[in-house]
């Protein structure tokens, strides 16, 4: 099969929210190809949007896969080129840029989550919402250690340290989590953005709303009535009729050379 097997309807919005001057987040909506991306840069003025820039201009030429395995091989083939594309900007800056990322791919009934850093995927299937990804940030391995407590991460001075991104190291690290789709599911790809100003309960609520387009557009409202401290984007992802699946909890990190 060479495309999506299921029908699909998507949507994404970006905005630079109410304090920053610039954009330096991005997104990709390839729905014939299988996939979804979006991309938080990092490195100051101009060189945060480059490095989001490069990853989404790389995984726009992935084409149309023959299989769900090709689909992953082209993913991470693109991605690798990203993250040796924004090592040679770094290095003839001087400066340390990279860029978060959370991508989904669908194809032949299954889908495979992966992430960056502290862009996140999350999953409302069967009236209940499930973060897909694991945050790659100080914070999140301070509480996987049972060092601090889920109340002290929301105060934590370093909170927003991360620890894995595309772009800042010559080895890239990516988790991912895959499983089968099911109808109704719908999958929210974002940047930080919107999680520092909506709870997990109010993204489910806006999915449920309505099509994507206007849960896309009420959660962007949402984040800007309350001050929009960050860049936000973000990308929903509905999945139509087909056949039944379950969303497997194994997960694992893959490497790639830049």
């Not at 620890?163 to 790809?189: C, K, N, R, W, Y």
């Amino acid at each position: 099969m060479s495309t999506v097997a299921l029908p699909i309807e998507s949507f994404g919005v970006s905005h630079k929210g109410c304090v920053r001057d610039h954009n330096e987040d991005n997104y990709l909506v390839e729905q014939q190809a299988g996939l979804w991306v979006v991309a938080d840069g990092m490195g100051g003025h101009e060189a945060g949007e480059v490095a989001s820039a490069s990853i989404v201009d790389h995984l726009a030429t992935i084409g149309i896969a023959s299989s769900a395995p090709d689909l992953r091989a082209r993913f991470e083939d693109r991605l690798s080129r990203a993250n040796a594309e924004i090592r040679n900007i770094s290095r003839s800056r001087g400066i340390t840029i990279g860029s978060t990322f959370a991508a989904l791919l669908a194809m032949d009934g299954r889908f495979a989550g992966l992430w960056a850093g502290d862009s996140r995927i999350y999953l409302v299937r069967g009236g209940a919402i499930s973060q897909i990804s694991r945050d790659h940030t100080e914070v999140q391995e301070l509480l996987d250690r049972g060092m601090i407590s889920a109340e002290e991460a929301l105060i934590w001075p370093r909170r927003n340290v991360i620890t894995h991104a595309v772009g800042v190291s010559d080895e890239l690290v990516i988790d991912f989590q895959q499983g089968e789709l099911m109808p109704g599911d719908v999958f929210v790809l974002s940047t930080d953005g919107l999680t520092a100003h909506v709870s997990d309960a109010e993204i489910e609520a806006a999915v449920r709303s309505g099509p994507p387009q206007a849960a896309c557009e009420k959660l962007l409202e949402t984040v800007l009535a309350r001050g929009g401290t960050d860049n936000v984007t973000i990308v929903l992802v509905r999945i139509g009729d087909g056949r039944n699946g379950s969303l497997q909890s194994d997960q694992s990190a893959t490497r790639a050379e830049g």
